[in-house]
């Protein structure tokens, strides 16, 4: 839990400082949504590709190799000073947090494999905590100590907590049973997919663009990560609760009705003018957002054949970060080209979508019958 709030407060750091980067280096609005864009695309082929080594009991490695990845993508960032560097060490971060969760949430499903939505609640509920103090630290840091300092003090922090990794046990977990059924083949985790992808596209979409649409706002450095902090709370506070509730509740309920806000508060962002009005409806996706994210975990846990749990788990983040990434790469485009009601239009659209393609398996699943077992 330790070293996944370290991971997370580097990538809160990082998206803080997207647009102090613009302002001081000179790249274009649009490098804003490739610097985001290509983290969550290799976050998805790291999710999807590796997650399933955490199934043949490859934990340990994982774990190794997403800390050290994470700690070399911050140094990197540190130093650079061309949009394609910044591109590149950005691709690492996602690739090392590609590694890092699934192998995490596999490891913390062997222990309580009866209450997934409170394990991972939980674990997520610590690493959105990091991600809350990245953008202050970030903001404060850089106007203090500069850039390069905001982006080493992450990654020296990631570097602290390898020995407890070193350290951690890791029990074996079920091996898969041959090809099986085939996760895409169970209408449980299809719908997941969808769920959790809505929940995704939304950060995408407003974490390529939130550092330049508050400060055209009127808000400055240090008041950015600030706000995005802000944003953010509402998950920290909502999630391990969030977790508690769709152990005892249908969690493919209460992702329906969490992703049906999402897209109905998304238009809002054109509507108002002012910082304060724009951090009060990024915290109501926030506070929606920390229910959506244990509620399509614990769906994916719960439909996953026996010894997929992390490749279910991969697949949920991994097909999320694409879902990201196709929000973030255009979305600073779509503010220069139409502003803050361009992209609340951008978010609302597919998203209610998604939730229609969610709710179509879910009815497929009913009819189906049981899932394949209860972790």
């Known amino acids: 839990m330790l070293t996944e709030a370290v991971m997370a407060f580097g990538l809160g750091v990082v998206a803080a400082l997207l647009a102090d980067l613009q302002d001081a280096y000179g790249f274009p609005v649009w490098g804003l949504g490739v610097i985001s864009g290509i983290s969550f695309l290799t976050g998805f082929a790291g999710n999807v590709a590796l997650g399933p080594l955490a199934d043949r009991g490859h934990i340990r490695i994982m774990l190794i190799g997403g800390v050290v990845a994470g700690a070399g993508s911050l140094v990197w960032l540190a130093l650079a000073t061309r949009l394609w560097e910044f591109v590149a060490s950005r691709a690492v971060f996602g690739i090392a947090d590609g590694m890092f969760l699934p192998a995490i949430r596999c490891l913390v499903l062997t222990w309580r494999p009866d209450r997934p939505g409170t394990e991972l609640g939980a674990l997520m509920g610590v690493g959105m905590g990091g991600f809350v103090l990245g953008p202050i630290a970030g903001g404060l840091l850089a106007e203090a100590l500069g850039r390069r300092v905001a982006f080493l003090i992450p990654a020296l922090a990631l570097a602290v907590t390898l020995p407890l990794v070193l350290r951690l046990p890791c029990p074996r977990v079920a091996q898969p049973r041959g090809p099986g059924p085939g996760l895409l083949g ?67 309920r209460t992702a329906l009705v969490t992703v049906a806000a999402i897209a109905l508060v998304a238009p809002l962002y054109g509507v108002v003018e002012t910082v304060m009005l724009t951090v009060v409806i990024g915290m109501a996706h926030g506070a929606l957002s920390g229910i959506t994210a244990p509620a399509s975990q614990a769906l994916t846990a719960r439909g996953s054949p026996s010894g997929q749990i992390a490749s279910g788990q991969g697949l949920l983040e991994g097909m999320g970060l694409l879902a990201a990434a196709v929000a973030a790469l255009p979305m600073g485009w779509v503010y220069g080209s139409f502003g803050a009601g361009g992209v609340g239009a951008a978010i609302a659209i597919p998203t209610a979508l998604l939730w229609l393609g969610a709710l179509i398996e879910l009815r497929r699943a009913r009819r189906a019958g049981p899932a394949p077992r209860d972790h």
């Open 186 to 252: 169970q209408p449980r985790v299809r719908a997941a997919l969808l769920l959790g992808a809505s929940r995704f596209f939304v950060l995408g979409a407003i974490g390529a663009v939130w550092a330049r649409l508050v400060t055209d706002r009127g808000a400055s450095t240090a008041q950015v990560g600030f706000t995005l902090s802000l944003v953010l709370l509402p998950v920290v506070l909502l999630t391990p609760g969030a977790g508690r509730l769709v152990d005892r509740v249908d969690p493919a």
